[in-house]
């Protein structure tokens, strides 16, 4: 069954919440929805389970109104608490296929795989989708190891399912994915750390759309 379509993937955005107040995230989040954002993930890695729930909550409701879906990183109890749209799992993460066991066969699961052997298995288990990177060097809190263009095409032509580059992208070095058969982009800081969220999401999608053009 399709729980994902391509299209979806075009602008997947990766929230940070890192110093912003609460009424900040959330209208940095709605700005680049509006902006033309086409996948929210929410990444909290530092708040307790309480407090990831609550904000959680809050930013589905937003998605929703964008009808735009919401993947929680990492958490699959979160993912149910609030019944999001999805998980994105890492590969320290809990495995894809008992992630599929939990949440059954209508939510979407994501997992983030760097070399084709992941990439499989991740397919294999289950996943929906793959985020593949980091393409370029982080700001975010995540550890990052550099993914060549050449494994992400590699990845994206071992698999069916749709695989997103991820990892430093901005709107000005998009262009070396050029060639790459990625079904989106996933960005965190190029439009979360940005002065106008908005305007951030619609160049971006611009700019990608440009590119695959």
Known sequence: MSRIDRTQMKLYLVTDSTNLAEEIFLKKVEDALRGGVTMLQIREKDKSTRDYIELAAKTHEIAK??????????????????DAEGVHLGQSDMQVD??????????????????????????QNGADYLGVGAIYPTTTKVKTVLTSVETLTDICNSVPIPANAIGGLNKDNIDVLKNAPIAGICVVSAIMKAEDSYEAAKELLKAYEELKA
């Open 65 to 82: 109104r964008y009808n735009v879906p919401l993947i929680i990183d990492d958490r699959v109890d979160v993912a149910m608490a609030v």
């Open 98 to 123: 008992k992630a599929r066991k939990i949440l059954g066969e209508k939510k979407i699961i994501g997992a983030t795989t760097k070399t084709v052997p992941q990439a499989l298995e991740a397919y």
